[in-house]
């Protein structure tokens, strides 16, 4: 079924496609589309690998999703050549800015607030070591610095969580930032060129009777 995957897939690129051309924005996560449909399926010999498969299990179903996928890519190259100029000025990098730099400085906030609180935590230490446990002052920073300490665990904890969201939302913009729409109308020319070859395939074999 990794055909009709892609199918399904590239219908939703086409609707934004239209959606582009109509408010010439989308959002990040929308954007997100085209250079996800780009990466996850740039390495077009997995297409002919998987219909060599489906063609021994089933050369109709293959022929179905070959057209399916056939016309959605026809569809989507009407749309991009008679748009050719907007598309031509695409640019993702303002909304990948918009996305990334409140998280990043998130992430430096949180990570600022949690040094400090270590900071504050390893001076009291400090301190301790020149005072006498059975001191006043001493069990004063103790009780303190037992209470600076929990609330850096916490912080840190917060900062670890926020970094692993940053990072990840970090490694999709990267993604996006550089991302051109000619990569996706090249990508889907070879497509649709594989999906019209399978079909033509399967049409001759059963011309011939093979099966």
Request: aromatic share 12%; net charge negative; hydrophobic share 35%.
């Amino acid at each position: 079924m990794y055909i009709a995957e892609i199918t399904e897939r590239l219908l939703e690129v086409n609707r934004l496609l239209l959606k582009y051309i109509k408010d010439t924005e989308l959002t990040f996560e929308e954007n997100l589309v085209f250079s996800g449909f780009y990466h996850d399926y740039k390495d077009i010999n997995s297409i002919i690998n998987s219909a060599e498969k489906e063609l021994n299990d089933s050369p109709a179903i293959l022929m179905e999703q070959a057209k399916a996928l056939s016309a959605a890519a026809s569809d989507f190259l009407a749309t991009y050549e008679s748009h050719e100029d907007i598309f031509g000025s695409y640019n993702p990098q303002p909304v990948c800015d918009r996305h990334i730099k409140p998280l990043e400085k998130e992430y430096d906030s949180i990570a600022y607030a949690a040094s400090q609180l270590w900071k504050r935590y390893s001076q009291m230490s400090v301190r301790m070591d020149y005072l006498n446990p059975e001191d006043d002052d001493y069990k004063a920073i103790e009780k303190e610095s037992e209470e600076v300490k929990a609330r850096y665990e916490a912080e840190k904890a917060k900062s670890d969580e926020t970094y692993r969201f940053y990072t990840a939302e970090r490694e999709k913009t990267a993604k996006l930032y550089f991302f051109e729409m000619i990569y996706l109308e090249m990508l889907v020319v070879r497509m649709k060129r594989i999906a019209d070859s399978i079909i033509k395939d399967i049409e001759e074999l059963k011309f011939e009777g093979k099966i």
